[in-house]
């Protein structure tokens, strides 16, 4: 394709450094659709002739055609999906496949079909977080009255509903879903017409291919728009982002499903088994959407770092700018998909979380807030003296509204028999009421907006 000027061809290492096909092949609908566009527009501006352009995008059609029967080939010689496309081409229509690459070049061709592909990845996570969301929304609901420990320090801090605790999900990846939106907006101008750095001197309709392809309008400067790769990494960040919010429902889940704590049983279907230990049920796939979220992190680095350094406008380390794209976004797809199979289909231990909730002294705050408001005690002094009642109930082994009142007034003598209707984690929760607060009234009005939000009601 370019051998004009060189006496001898590419060595062995030359072709093997330098080839993309195989693994920039993914690109192969993209860059066909990306062609039949440059090739309508070059007839509509009568750079080719409309019969000839037929002739070509019949050639493409039949190109796709076999790609989708028999994949793509790979051939090193041509070194990437765009050469292993026109070459084909030409060995189906003959030499007229030549004026395809009229004003364009691979620069503005690869930037083009990358932001095809990046901007369906996009679609592709954003339907699969709306799946998950609908998955949280609708267990949260079962679950809007559930008791179970709420947790600082992974200790048992102060009840809370699961509701509450699986809308928190429900909240991250609807900023998740936000940063996807931001990075497809951000991607909505079409390279295509850029060529190689400099723009070109035929008559080109750079808004034609713009609008065929599905973009607000083409790029404003020629040399930015061959040398960004803002919108992979725009793509790259929100995907590290919301794997981190995967990794850290898996690690919850993780945890849950473990013996001591039992409050969930993890659907066999995501769940396997030990080959030595007949009882055990391991949770690999959460553990590896926790190992995934650091190979997405991964591949944010690596594309970050291979672009730092470069000047304007193409340089070929930027063909490295697939892999970790391709590698993430294969990796988030799977990491949603498997976190709402588990969501969905999890069993919720909520007898257990209720009695781990009772044991851990998780109304421990209830009991100084109720001094402060019924006693009038200043917060830092309930604060102290409900510290000596959990003292005293640990060494006892009993939870907090097993003291008999006698002895919470040993402790201070202005606790009377109506704290132990505030001692309940019912009674904990329900006073939890201000907005975003652990209530089931609260968790109830969240999955109210979110249900509406989500489209389902
Ligand atoms: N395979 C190349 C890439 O993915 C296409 C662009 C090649 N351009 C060039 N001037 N060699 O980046």
Redo the contacts with the bound molecule.
Sequence with gaps: MWGGRFADGPSAIMREINA??PF?KALWRQDIAASKAHVAMLAAQKIVTAEDARTISEGLDQVAGEYEANGVPEDWDL?????TTESRLAELIGPVAGRLHTAR???D??ATD?KLWVRDAIDRADDGLKALQIALVTRADENAASIMPGFTHLQTAQPVTLGHHLMAYYEMTARDRDRFADARRRLALCPLGSA?LAGTGFPIDRDMTAEALGFDGPTHNSLDAVSDRDFALDYLMAASQCSLHMSRLAEELIIWASQPYGFVRMPDTLSTGSSIMPQKKNPDAAELVRGHAGRIVGCVTSLMISMKGLPLA?S?D??N??PPVFEAAGLLDLCIAAMTGMVADSTFNTDRMREAAELGYATATDLADWLVVQADIPFREAHHITGAAVKLAETRGVALDALPLADLKAIDERIEESVFAALSVDASVAARSSYGGTAPNQVRSQVKRARKELGME
């Design positions: 993309s096909i920039d070194e990437d999906i765009h050469m070049s691979r620069n061709q690869v990358f190689a193409y070929k930027m063909q700018d697939k």
